[in-house]
Every structure is written in structure tokens, then in C-alpha cells.
């Protein structure tokens, strides 16, 4: 059976790794740099709302029932009007293929809210 930090650190692991290796692609692609530059920067934004999204979430595990709900929901609310103000400010003014980008945060995006759910699941036994 499985615990939450194993989960926990799985999510961080595979974050950091697959950043690393698209960061390595991107700047020893000869073809193809602005796919991986789009690839990565969608991997970026969706790491970054997970380690947010865990900030919010040990700030609020250890409290009680009230504080943790306003820990998840507040940080899921902010956690997105960050995540659509960097979107849409990285879609006007960098040179990315928008069908990379957009497909990856979304790739990644639902990737990381799995790891946090299961997290939580496993937090809570």
C-alpha cells in the first residue's frame, strides 16, 4: 500500500524530471525548438500551480474543518486566477505553437490535480 509522501514525492519527482528533460530537448532541438519551448513552458505553469496548490494545502491539513475548507477553495481560487493571468499573458506576448501549449498545461494540468487528490485520499486514512 501506497502513503501519501511516496505519492507525494512521486508527484514531485516526475514534475522536476519531466522539466529537466524538456528543458534538455529544448535547447539541443534543431527542429522543432518552438514545440518544445511550448511543451515546456505548459509544464511550467501547471508544476508551479501544483507546488502552490501544496502550500495551500499542508497550510490548511493540520487545521480544523473551516480553515481547511478556505485553505483549498481560497488557494483553488487563486491558484487559478494566477494560472489564467499567466495563460493568457504567455499566449499574447511569447512566440509558442498555442496547440502545444494548450494541450500540454491541460496534459499536465489534470496530471497534478490527480497526484493532489490521491494525496489527499491517502492523507485522510
Do not use: C, P, Q
Amino acid at each position: 500500500m501506497k502513503s501519501a509522501k511516496n505519492i507525494l514525492s512521486f508527484g514531485i519527482s516526475f514534475g522536476i524530471i519531466s522539466l529537466l528533460v524538456l528543458t534538455i530537448l529544448t535547447l539541443h532541438a534543431a527542429s522543432n525548438t518552438i514545440i518544445f519551448k511550448s511543451i515546456l513552458i505548459g509544464d511550467f505553469l501547471a508544476f508551479l500551480n501544483f507546488i502552490i496548490g501544496l502550500l495551500f494545502v499542508f497550510w490548511g491539513i493540520n487545521r480544523g474543518y473551516k480553515e481547511f475548507l478556505v485553505s483549498l477553495f481560497g488557494g483553488l481560487l487563486i491558484r487559478l486566477s494566477l494560472l489564467l493571468i499567466l495563460l493568457t499573458s504567455t499566449l499574447i506576448f511569447l512566440e509558442i505553437n498555442e496547440i502545444s501549449f494548450i494541450f500540454s498545461i491541460l496534459f499536465f494540468y489534470f496530471f497534478y490535480v490527480i497526484i493532489e487528490i490521491i494525496y489527499l485520499n491517502f492523507r485522510k486514512r
